[in-house]
C-alpha cells in the first residue's frame, strides 16, 4: 500500500467503526422505543411541628456543690421537655433525635462546658427518664404516641465529674455553661 491507502485506511477505517457502532445503537433503540416508565412519589408534610417556646429552650441545674461530685459523681438528672404539636401518626411513628455539641474529651458523649466557663472537671451529660443514656452528636430514637396530635419528649440532664479531677480532686467550682443544637428526624 501507498502512502495515500495508509492515509485513507487511517480515517475510513475508524470512521466505519463508529458507524457500525451508530447503527447498533439506532437499531437497539428501534427496539426498544415504547418502554414505559412509571414513577410514584408521595409528597410528605412535615410529622410535626415543634412548639415556638421549645426552639429555644434553657436547662438551669441549679446550684452543684463540688463536694457532691466528689461523693456521687454525678447530680441527679433535671428534667426538661419537647413539646411536638399538629403530629400525624400517618406520616410517622417514631422520632430520631440528635443533640449536637462540643463533646468532652475526658467523657467521650457528653458535652464539655463552653470555654467561657469559670468551672471545670466536669461535663453535661442527657438521658431518656427511663435513665438510658443519650450521648451528644449521636442519634436516639422516641415512639410517638400513635393517637395523639400533640407528643412530650421528655429528657434529663445531669453534671457528671470527670475520672482525672476526681482522682486528683481537681474540679474547679464556678458558673458554667453549654450549648447544643438539637435535630429531629422522623422516621
Known amino acids: 500500500m501507498g502512502p495515500l491507502s495508509i492515509k485513507l485506511s487511517k480515517y ?8 457500525g457502532i451508530s447503527s447498533q445503537q439506532s437499531a437497539y433503540a428501534k427496539d426498544n422505543l415504547r418502554q414505559d416508565v412509571r414513577i410514584t412519589l408521595t409528597v410528605l408534610a412535615p ?16 446550684n452543684i456543690l463540688d463536694r457532691d461530685l466528689y461523693a456521687k459523681h454525678r447530680t441527679e438528672g433535671k428534667p426538661f421537655y ?25 467523657l467521650p458523649g457528653l458535652l464539655a462546658f463552653s470555654s467561657g466557663s469559670r468551672a471545670y472537671g466536669a461535663a453535661i451529660g442527657m438521658e431518656k427518664t ?7 452528636n ?20 445531669y453534671v ?4 482525672r479531677a476526681l482522682q486528683r480532686k481537681k474540679i474547679g467550682s464556678g458558673e458554667f455553661s453549654a450549648i447544643a443544637t438539637f435535630e429531629v428526624n422522623y422516621d
Open 12 to 19: 475510513v477505517l475508524p470512521a466505519l467503526f463508529l458507524f
Open 47 to 62: 410529622a410535626c411541628s415543634i412548639k415556638t417556646k421549645d426552639k429555644k429552650m434553657e436547662v438551669d441545674l441549679g
Open 82 to 106: 419537647l413539646n411536638l404539636e399538629d403530629c400525624d401518626p400517618r406520616i410517622t411513628k417514631r422520632l430520631k433525635i440528635k443533640f449536637l455539641g462540643e463533646p468532652s474529651h475526658e
Open 130 to 136: 427511663d435513665g438510658t443514656p443519650m450521648p451528644f
Open 138 to 157: 449521636k442519634t436516639s430514637e422516641f415512639p410517638l404516641l400513635a393517637n395523639s396530635r400533640n407528643n412530650v419528649i421528655s429528657f434529663r440532664a
Open 160 to 163: 457528671q465529674a470527670e475520672p
